[in-house]
């Protein structure tokens, strides 16, 4: 057999098995046309046919059509509790001074006294001042001089006199009259010298005063305002 014959076979031959084997005649499934393939495919109803000229859909449509998956929301943050506002802290009321002076010692006791029983804390001081100004005839040294004084006096109408008996410096002086104030006792040594009284003068007698203050707010002290005003005196808190 000549090499060519043998070629037209070989090639007959397999055309022959090529033919069988696209119906399917050695066992095998035939191959699917282009309707079943395209039924196999996932979603085919998402699948479009565009012409060449067709424009591309808006990128609305695309999203409708294959729309993105949605993210989910975050959860809402619990509300936190508010504060409520507390109370408005009240004013401090400001704290006064006041202050009592010239006081005896009774009566500076007694104050003092009366302000802790009202819970309050008193401050007391005692200090030496003038305590009255005095109208008188120095010391004569002697009961008898000074009793020879009193007879002159007698004699020029005086008659409102004594003379001092207490040991001391001023044992036989002979008063004639003790003021509160420097004014009242120049006005008695003027009327005095009218008379004729010559060796008469003014002078202070001192004594031991108290004083006392406190510091507490304006209604602490309003109870004491009605004091004696000649008494008050000035202090700081």
Known sequence: MSTLRFLFILLLLLNVLAFATLKGWLGGNAPAGEPERLNNQLAPERIQFLRKD??????????????????????AAAPQPQEMPGPSPA?????????WIGLNTED???LAERLRTAGLQPRQSSY???????????PQGSREAAERKVRELK?????DYFIVQDAGPTQF?????????ENAAN?????LRSRGVRSAGVTTRSGQHHRVEVSATASALAAYDGLDPAHRGECKP
């Open 108 to 110: 500076a006791s007694h």
């Open 187 to 191: 006005q008695q040594l003027t009327q």
């Open 128 to 138: 030496e001042s003038t305590s009255a100004w005095w109208v008188r005839i120095p």
């Open 54 to 75: 067709a424009k591309e859909p808006p990128a609305s449509q695309r999203a409708e059509a294959d729309p993105a998956p949605t993210a989910p929301e975050p959860a």
């Open 155 to 159: 004699a020029l109408g005086v008659t």
């Open 173 to 181: 002086a002979i008063s004639l009259g003790l003021f509160k104030t």
């Open 91 to 99: 004013v401090a009321e400001a704290s006064q001074c006041r202050a």
